[in-house]
């Protein structure tokens, strides 16, 4: 078939992906263990499919736009300014956000818990240099913030020192989670490097082919390593944040049935036992147990039948199982809480928390915040300080539900035409355009989270505005050939 090529299967890979990720994620939040007291499901599930319609369709659009190389010599000095950049910002930003010393590392790497603690202690605190910092980093965000990716990007022309220095650089960033005792930085990295890691092979394979057999199963594997590694340590980090350990749930259990068998003579179901522990974010109560994980009261896992005493294993299965469902598919549950609300437009000031206090110090009006759906889906205990909402729910402050649909699909329009010239033109400010719109899309499920940081977003306007530059008035067009 002439319009099946190589070269167009690697074009559509992307929102392949991602329709795959938000239909898996859609369908864990109508079926998965966590049951969400949605208020109208079948006006949530058209929304939900309705807007994986307008991501395809702005894709569809976005990939026809002609390729534009974009010749950036100059990309070398943003990898060197990057790494030391974020070099240089490690220790300040740990100290200000979290009070820790670079000695501190190793002690916070073994005990999440307490790094979370001690920033959350931390932000309490007035503190004036972490408005310096936060400034510093949003400065440096169009640098530091991309540095994981345009690493790998341009890894071929860089020389074996700045190699070692942006290796270092990345370190450091993800250090600062380390210290912070959370996932973000983590997350936000390997995410960068992974959408970086596939516009380099997608340039390869168009310009050259697939690579041998053997290359492809050894990046595959890396590729299923490192996934692995990463959910175990996320599961691990956040089971320190809460507190919970399988060991003592099983103790607890197994005491509460000796119980019952004692007083009736005989055997009966147990209740869920209680891990305890802290939540992460107070007063989420985010309780784990081996049936049981809650959010914002009542908001819960769906009661499992199994009678009598769950092994260590089948206990950590279900936390994780639970855990993993809540972080996917919360911020749908938002969602469908805001579109039983009116909006009240925000004038382009409250898809982003950024952005609304800017508003609210240059006019003083204090309550503009009450405005977003984000803050009013609270009242049905949906608290934005602790709970998600999902990037629909954030850009409806500003176009309403349904014109936050649009706005993404525009979005997904601007990642497609990134994409193609980052793959066919080689073009290294697409490419980096393309992998902070692959963390959008990530994120999106949860919230607008690039455009909640100063960093990310700052990055994100910065390499856009370069990109569309080269696209529409320095760049050259490519032609290209189906392959």
């Known amino acids: 078939m002439a319009g099946v090529t190589l070269r167009n299967a690697v074009l559509v890979t992307p929102v392949t992906l991602a329709l795959v990720y938000f239909a898996a994620g859609i369908g864990l939040f109508l079926l998965g263990p966590i049951d969400w007291p949605v208020p109208d499901w079948s006006l949530t599930t058209a929304y939900l499919l309705a807007a994986l319609a307008l991501i395809a369709g702005g894709f569809a659009v976005g ?10 010599p100059w990309v070398r000095y943003a990898v060197l300014a990057g ?10 930003s740990a100290y200000v956000y979290t009070h820790s010393a670079p000695w501190d590392f190793f002690s916070l790497l073994g005990d999440q818990r307490l790094a979370y603690e001690k920033m959350q202690q931390t932000l309490r605190e007035p503190e004036s240099l972490r408005s310096v910092v936060a400034t510093a980093r949003m400065l440096l965000g169009p640098v530091t913030f991309v540095l994981p990716a345009l690493a790998i990007l341009t890894w071929g022309s860089l020389g074996s020192r700045l190699k070692v220095l942006a290796a270092i650089g990345i370190f450091a960033a993800c250090s600062f989670s380390i210290f912070r005792g959370t996932d973000k930085e983590i997350f936000d990295l390997l995410i960068l490097q992974a959408a970086a890691v596939a516009v380099v092979l997608c340039r390869r394979i168009v310009t050259s082919g697939f690579p041998s057999l053997q290359r492809l199963v050894m990046f595959g594997l890396v590729a299923a390593l490192t996934a692995f590694f990463a959910a175990g340590s ?9 507190g919970f350990d399988a060991a003592e749930v099983v103790e607890e259990q197994a005491e509460a049935a000796a119980a019952v068998e004692g007083e009736s003579g005989g055997t009966a179901e147990v209740p869920p ?5 802290t939540a992460e974010v107070p007063p989420a109560s985010a ?7 809650c959010m914002s009261g009542d908001v819960c896992a769906k009661a499992s039948s199994q009678a009598g ?7 950590g299965r279900q936390f994780a199982l639970s855990m993993a469902t809540a972080y996917a598919t919360q911020g749908y549950y938002g969602l469908s809480l805001a579109l039983e609300k009116p909006t009240l437009s925000m004038y382009g000031f409250g898809h982003s928390n950024i952005l609304t206090r800017v508003y609210v110090a240059l006019t003083g009006d204090v309550d503009f915040p009450d405005r977003a759906l984000t803050y009013r889906i609270g009242e049905e205990g949906w608290d934005q300080r602790y709970q998600w909402a999902s990037a629909y729910t954030w850009l409806a402050n500003d176009f309403g539900v349904y014109g936050a649909a649009l706005v993404i699909g525009l979005i997904a329009l601007i990642w497609a035409s990134a994409w193609k010239d980052a793959v066919l033109a080689g073009n290294q400010a697409g490419g980096v355009v393309f992998c902070l719109l692959a ?5 999106l499920p949860a919230g607008n989270q690039i455009m909640q940081i100063g960093d990310g977003y ?26």
């Open 309 to 315: 005493v769950a092994s260590e294993a089948e206990v």
């Open 63 to 72: 990939i026809m736009t002609p390729p534009v190389a974009a010749p950036m």
């Open 439 to 443: 963390l959008f899309f990530v994120y």
């Open 234 to 242: 996320f599961i691990e980090r956040k089971a320190q944040r809460l």
């Open 273 to 277: 036992a209680s891990a305890g522990g």
């Open 287 to 293: 309780k784990a147990a081996p049936n049981l994980f």
């Open 458 to 483: 700052a990055a994100l306007i910065a390499w856009v505005l370069i990109w569309l530059a080269y696209k529409l008035f320095i760049g050259v067009g490519v032609p290209v050939r189906p392959r």
């Open 83 to 92: 790494a030391v950049g974020s070099i240089l910002l490690l220790f300040p």
